[in-house]
């Protein structure tokens, strides 16, 4: 099933899944299919940034965040992302993706997806960095107001040594992709 077909599944299934709420873990199992796999046989680089991106929906419909995002003229938006491959995902083989947010700051949102292999070992991670946009008001939406809309009034753990250092690249990345020093 390509990743589209994988898209469709999780949007007619998840009211059936129920609802996740921030700080809670969605997870969706899959196949390593002919058509997910590179030369090597094994999960396509690029289709882990593509089947996070299946996990990252899920989370936007359970949590209700895509719709509330649609009545308010706002989108979450992908600002950047980091890999690391520990295991290969073989064809045919079974595994699933474990998806959260971690934590936030400002208008950065910072989320986790978790390539988990039927033994339990886990064969990527990769980290999230996004935002959601107001398109009428030109502006990132705070994080907090989004969460707090969705119903999470906690605040944000603080980002961990790996979370914080992936957000200082991130920002040094975008500034030099801007042209600046």
Request: proline residues 3%; contains cysteine.
């Amino acid at each position: 099933m390509y990743v589209w077909m994988r898209l469709l599944r999780i949007a007619a299934t998840h009211r059936r899944r129920g609802r996740i709420a921030v700080g809670q873990e969605g997870r969706l199992s899959f196949r390593c299919l002919p058509s997910d796999i590179d030369m090597n046989l094994h999960l396509n680089n690029a289709r882990y940034m593509m089947l996070a991106d299946v996990g990252r929906m899920d989370i936007f419909f359970r949590s209700g965040l895509l719709s509330t995002a649609r009545r308010r003229g706002w989108g979450p938006l992908l600002g950047g992302l980091q890999a690391s491959y520990v295991r290969e995902i073989r064809l045919w083989q079974r595994f699933d993706i474990h998806s959260s947010i971690e934590t936030w700051e400002e208008t950065q949102i910072i989320g986790r997806h978790r390539f988990v292999l039927e033994d339990g070992r886990t064969a990527a991670i990769i980290l999230t960095t996004g935002g959601v946009y107001d398109f009428k008001g030109r502006r990132f939406v705070e994080a907090g107001e989004v969460m707090a809309i969705l119903g999470h009034a906690d605040a944000p753990r603080p980002p961990d040594a790996a979370e914080r250092a992936f957000m200082a690249s991130h920002r040094a990345l975008r500034t030099a992709a801007k042209g600046g020093p």
